[in-house]
């Protein structure tokens, strides 16, 4: 079963226009969430975080939302650049059963910017 | 570079044989992370590393796959009589402290084909 899903594999945004991605998971013990951009060839690397006691993070042009209610985050990107084109991952970790150092990740959304 | 490395980047071989996948996490992380990405899936966690000492191997597949780290650095993914469905890209990521999820870093990778 999947714990954590991106529903979209993939989506187009105009640059300089909004980027929404989103992530859904069904763990009621992740109490914290992340975000990693892949590019082709290269390892995901880190973007943003959020834990689970707010309900908003942001930096620079990346915000992440979480609505715990609704077991849902998504990140948005303004303005989206075409550096942006990417894969990504949302994951998930949970802090029980001392299994605090292992992170579940969604499948990826490719992100493409068109200039 | 002082990131973390891996090796080979690219790796094909038959089916039956075996294969070790070599990762160099960044100099001083204690903890290192295996994981794997199968075509069309998320990031699959296989194994940690705290130290030398690998607490929680239950992420493995099989029995035909076994990791080990020596002196605290490098660390060798084995895959005893590859089958198919081994095929992935195999990630290693380390940190400075463990159980610090953002603080993973990532290496290129390891394609793995097996014919």
């Known amino acids: 079963d999947q714990q954590v899903k991106q529903n979209s594999p993939s989506l187009s945004v105009q640059e300089g226009r909004i980027s929404i991605l989103n992530c859904d998971y069904t763990n009621s013990m992740f109490d914290y969430f992340l975000w990693y951009k892949k590019y082709p060839a290269e390892g995901p690397t880190f973007l943003i975080s959020?834990?689970?006691?707010?309900d908003k993070n942001e930096d620079g042009r990346f915000t992440v939302f979480l609505n715990k209610s609704a077991k849902h985050l998504s990140l948005h990107i303004v303005p989206s650049q075409p550096g942006d084109s990417a894969v990504y991952f949302c994951?998930?970790?949970?802090?029980?059963?001392?299994?605090?150092?292992?992170?579940?990740f969604g499948k990826g959304t490719l992100l493409t910017v068109n200039p | 570079g002082a990131g973390v490395s891996q090796s080979p980047s690219n790796k094909v071989t038959e089916k039956g044989k075996d294969v070790e996948l070599r990762c160099d996490p960044i100099?001083?992380?204690?903890?290192l992370y295996w994981y794997r990405q199968s075509l069309g899936q998320g990031l699959e966690f296989l194994i940690y590393f705290q130290g030398n000492s690998a607490p929680d191997k239950s992420g493995l597949p099989s029995d035909r796959f076994s990791a080990e780290r020596t002196g605290g650095s490098v660390s060798t993914l084995t895959i005893q009589r590859t089958q198919q469905e081994d095929s992935a890209v195999y990630l290693c990521?380390?940190?400075?402290?463990?159980?610090?999820?953002?603080?993973?870093?990532f290496g290129p990778g390891t394609r793995l084909t097996v014919l």
């Open positions: 100099s001083g992380h204690t903890a």
């Open positions: 994951a998930a970790r949970s802090n029980s059963g001392g299994s605090n150092y292992k992170l579940t």
């Open positions: 959020i834990s689970s006691i707010k």
């Open positions: 990521a380390s940190s400075l402290v463990f159980g610090g999820a953002r603080e993973q870093f």
